[in-house]
């Protein structure tokens, strides 16, 4: 497997708390994802990094702020967490952005209440 | 946005049938590729299809790449109990890797 780990694995919050998710990888890949995952919905990209302090929005953003100071950290951060985003949440890392394929942490299960 | 549409969301079959998974992109992709994540666990790389009208293989799976670069598809012969879990497609867009919604396998013994 690729070395690549998240942390914490599973997490309860209540809701208003900001929560801070990590993603560490030891492949050096330039490329990390945050993705969540809920029934019905498949893996839903949040945000994504291309470079150390290079990201941007993916898909469902709102609510979420991310940060790369360096290659083998990508933080995603909860700023006021609510019942919503209540989910699984999976980290990936590929070396480029196409053409290779990415690699999947083991997810963190997050519970706001 | 870019969308990858995947159906059906879930099928049943029975230990012996096959199975088939759809994927649809609203744009042309450079590539398409195809995950599979057991129950309780995290996505795992399949394949990776290139070429327009690709196909490839592997044992029992067989993935094909549309003529227009825009669908593809995964069969699977005879479907095994091991097979159970859901199958994801996911294309390149720029930087962005967006997957389809998945289809769950449960396959009935």
């Known amino acids: 497997d690729a070395g690549i780990t998240q942390s914490p694995r599973h997490k309860v919050t209540e809701t208003g708390t900001p929560v801070t998710l990590r993603c560490h990888q030891t492949e050096n890949h330039r490329y990390m994802y945050w993705y969540r995952q809920d029934p019905g919905h498949g893996l839903r990209l949040i945000h994504y990094?291309?470079?150390?302090?290079?990201?941007d929005k993916g898909e469902v953003s709102d609510g979420y702020s991310v940060s790369r100071s360096k290659t083998e950290d990508f933080l995603l951060t909860l700023e006021s967490a609510t019942s919503s985003q209540t989910s699984v949440y999976f980290c990936?890392?590929?070396?480029?952005?196409?053409?290779?394929?990415?690699?999947f942490g083991q997810g963190t299960r997050l519970t706001v209440v | 946005g870019q969308q990858v549409m995947q159906i059906p969301q879930y099928q049943h079959v029975q230990e012996g049938e096959d199975f088939t998974t759809y994927c649809n992109s609203s744009t042309t992709l450079s590539n398409i590729q195809w995950y599979k994540q057991r129950p309780g666990g995290h996505p795992v790389f399949l394949i990776q299809l290139v070429k327009s009208g690709e196909v490839k293989k592997q044992k029992r799976l067989t993935f094909q790449f549309g003529e227009a670069k825009k669908n593809s598809s995964l069969h699977i012969t005879a479907t095994q109990t091991t097979d159970v879990g859901t199958y994801f497609c996911?294309?390149?867009?720029?930087?962005?890797?967006?997957f389809g919604a998945g289809t769950i396998l449960r396959v009935k013994s």
């Open positions: 990936a890392i590929s070396e480029s952005s196409a053409g290779t394929e990415a690699f």
């Open positions: 990094s291309y470079g150390v302090k290079d990201t």
């Open positions: 996911a294309g390149h867009y720029g930087n962005k890797l967006v």
